[in-house]
């Protein structure tokens, strides 16, 4: 490994997410697809990985991918929106196949080729985790340039409005059916454990996107229940409310195109109609990427008990072509010393060949050296308002489960992103601030219904900031000013 390579390569620090090694190589290595499935002559040089989660990208690649869209018109947007839809489509069509089969009768050569079919359309579906957040940046840039004597604060406010997608996430989806799982609960309705069991088989696979064990267990449905009603909240208003949300936006976008003042209103109503379904799309995409690999870990389960694995789970160390490899000689690809190692302390580097595993705890410091140059430091994050006002108080950095029992009432809750277990934490929580996000995330839905500050895609808040700063969180602005630090 060439160190000196390394250090010239501008490295940008792009999000943290814990995801497992065997994920991470496929995203990872996805985009040398890209041209191939869309048409469009682009792909990653470097990406960096460390265990944690925190993720490293050439920014030259992100300034490549965004000048070619910016260059490109609708015509080309709606054709990179059916190829995105094609090959998502075609990757769901492999989790309701993996339903019906039972992979530990298959043969050797039976396993291997349905684990390279997966592999196959997953590496496509992934192709687009990047270059989705891309596309969006640039069709947002391209909307506000239609604005006519607005206020940069003003443009993002209207943005957010326009571009709000009437579809359902996910997310929505799950947050309703708990809001009607809980009304039965509370009527004390019979037909609550067949309900409960419909919306693990829908859900459960949300608390495991990036670790198949976290999955969502009866026991995590309701304690959630249980403390739902602890904190007095009636599930019939939480659902009106959360229909209203749709209907207000869509009220609020009705009186704004009356008002508005643009250049080319024809051309300028097109330009949201693609940015609301990209909108949509952004969250469905890893939605069914997550998802997939969750519902079809059975497929690399049943490869790790051919392997002899003492802890199945362990495949999840191993990149998609040792997968491959062991599925095929039905021994483990790799070492017990190197997977004993690889659980402690990794490095992934993926170039524009092949996924490198840096594994050791030397690998790691010296890396680390390098890249913590590269990130972000001041007295201040900035992101995109989810819901607005102004609120001070002490930071607290949430990054695993256990993390969510810091916060108190009144902490500003910090994290990559959020879910619906965090929920009992975010009411004691007077403002959230997230590194990821969109208008359709978690946290920009819990916020605009329990009306507290919010700020979404800082992209580093959880780098910047740390447990027990003060900050005042101007969700007005879109900016967080740390006024002290601990």
Not at 69 to 95: H, P
Not at 269 to 295: G, H, N, S
Request: hydrophobic share 40%; with cysteine; aromatic share 12%.
């Amino acid at each position: 490994m060439d160190l000196n390579k390394i250090k010239k390569i501008n490295w940008h620090y792009l999000i943290n997410r814990r995801e497992s090694l065997l994920f991470c190589s496929l995203a990872d290595n996805s985009y040398r697809f890209f041209k191939s499935i869309t048409g469009i002559p682009w792909r990653t040089t470097y990406i960096l990985r460390f265990d944690e989660g925190d993720y490293f990208i050439n920014y030259n690649d992100l300034k490549k991918l965004k000048s070619i869209f910016s260059n490109e018109g609708i015509k080309k947007f709606y054709i990179f929106r059916s190829s995105l839809i094609y090959n998502i489509n075609k990757l769901q069509e492999i989790m309701y196949d993996a339903d019906k089969k039972d992979y530990s009768k298959l043969s050797k050569m039976d396993l291997s080729k349905e684990l390279n079919k997966y592999i196959k359309f997953f590496l496509y579906a992934c192709s687009f985790l990047n270059p989705v957040p891309m596309l969006d940046r640039v069709i947002s840039e391209k909307i506000v340039g239609y604005f006519i004597g607005v206020s940069e604060e003003q443009k993002q406010k209207l943005l957010r409005i326009l571009i709000y997608p009437l579809k359902d996430n996910e997310h929505i989806k799950e947050e309703k059916s708990f809001y009607k799982l809980c009304e039965l609960y509370k009527n004390k309705d019979k037909r609550f454990n067949k309900y409960l069991a419909n919306h693990l088989k829908c859900f459960s696979w949300i608390g495991g996107r990036y670790l198949w064990e976290n999955n969502w267990t009866e026991k995590d449905i309701k304690n959630r229940i249980n403390i739902f009603f602890h904190q007095k909240r009636d599930p019939k208003k939480e659902l009106l409310h959360l229909n209203e949300i749709k209907n207000s936006r869509k009220n609020e976008e009705n009186k704004l195109f009356k008002k508005l003042k643009v250049k080319n209103l024809a051309k300028f109503k097109k330009y949201i109609a693609i940015a609301k379904d990209f909108a949509f799309l952004r969250t469905w995409r890893t939605d069914v990427i997550y998802r997939v690999f969750y519902e079809s870990r059975v497929i690399f389960l049943e490869v790790a008990k051919r392997a002899g694995l003492k802890d199945i789970n362990d495949i999840r160390f191993l990149t998609f072509s040792e997968v491959i490899k062991t599925a095929k000689y039905e021994k483990l690809a790799i070492s017990a010393e190197e997977l004993k190692t690889r659980k402690k302390n990794y490095v992934m580097l993926s170039d524009n060949k092949e996924c490198k595993i840096l594994s050791g705890r030397d690998w790691k410091k010296k890396l680390q050296i390098i890249i913590n140059k590269n990130l972000p430091r001041g007295k201040e994050v900035k992101g995109n308002v989810a819901f607005s006002g102004r609120v001070k108080g002490l930071v607290k950095i949430v990054k695993i489960d256990d993390d969510l029992n810091k916060i108190k009432r009144g902490d500003i809750m910090v994290a990559v992103m959020t879910f619906p277990h965090f929920i009992s934490a975010m009411e004691k929580a007077s403002a959230f601030i997230t590194d990821e996000g969109g208008i359709l995330c978690h946290a920009a839905i819990v916020a605009r219904e329990m009306k507290k500050p919010c700020i979404i895609g800082t992209k580093f808040a959880t780098k910047v900031l740390k447990d027990g700063d003060l900050v005042e969180v101007d969700a007005d602005k879109g900016i967080v000013k740390i006024l002290k630090r601990k």
